[in-house]
């Protein structure tokens, strides 16, 4: 009994950005652990488990903007086409907080700020909406949604030197939103059977990131655990999530982040 609590033979999932760093490994997971897939997203990533699992029909690429309500709804119809019901929706994708001069908080836009915090909440907002109808007809299921410790926490400026990766402030403000939209989604689609929670990952950074020696040394010194997070590291909560394992679980936001936001 117990150990058939993470499996996710019969679900049906849609991952966006499925495609990303950290998207990659939630998705040959979720197919790991036996769940039919839509990866839904702009580029397409291939190896050789992705690949088996297009051929097996267990894995679908569903090109999807996620700044456009129609292109959603289109992945979404797509999807209930191939799949026939939808079980777990993975809001991983994300677009658009600003880079340089203009991710400074005296520099930024209205425009830089609007698309940021787009990128971060109103995505995910869109394809909730979209997905409520085919999650209902569905008799219910798990959403997860991608926030972040910055949604939390402030960056601490002092840890980012000359990196170039300095945290805009459009990017917490957004994700913030995330776990409002988070609570407020559990609390509004309970009824439905419609269960919803967020992650909130730490300090991942991209390859191309982590080559900043000095940048990495100060990341790894501010968790708990003295390092940053590896993209196979968010696989279990976003397991847990999408499972029976957490069927009790919703309206959480689950850290992720070595310890960084517990000091």
Request: aromatic letters at 8%.
């Amino acid at each position: 009994m117990y150990t058939e609590l993470f499996s996710l033979q019969h679900k049906s999932v849609i991952i966006t950005g499925g495609s990303g760093y950290l998207g990659s490994a939630l998705t040959e997971a979720l197919l790991a652990f036996g769940a039919d897939v839509t990866l839904a997203d702009l580029t397409f990533r291939t190896n050789p488990v992705l690949d088996a699992a297009r051929q097996d029909g267990r894995l679908r690429n569903v090109v999807c903007d996620v700044a456009e309500t129609e292109s959603i709804k289109t992945m979404i119809q797509s999807h209930k086409e191939a799949s026939g019901r939808l079980d777990v929706l993975v809001n991983c994708a994300n677009y658009g907080a600003g880079y340089g001069k203009e991710a400074e908080l005296e520099f930024m836009t209205d425009e830089v700020w609007q698309k940021g915090v787009d990128g971060a909440s109103g995505t995910t907002f869109r394809c909730i909406r979209e997905a409520i109808p085919c999650m209902r007809e569905s008799g219910g299921g798990s959403i997860i949604n991608f926030a972040s410790m910055y949604g939390v926490v402030s960056p601490d400026p002092s840890i980012y030197g000359d990196s170039g990766a300095n945290n805009p402030p459009n990017y917490g403000a957004g994700k913030a939103g995330v776990v409002q939209l988070t609570r407020y989604c559990a609390a509004h689609l309970a009824k439905y059977g419609i269960r919803c929670n967020s992650v909130s990952p730490g300090p991942f950074p991209n390859t191309i990131v982590g080559q900043n020696d000095q940048f990495l040394a100060n990341l790894n010194a501010r968790t708990m655990l003295g390092r940053v997070g590896k993209p196979e590291e968010m696989v279990g909560a976003v397991v847990l999530l999408a499972s029976d394992a957490s069927s009790y679980m919703t309206g959480t936001n689950l850290m992720v982040d070595g310890g960084w936001t517990a000091w």
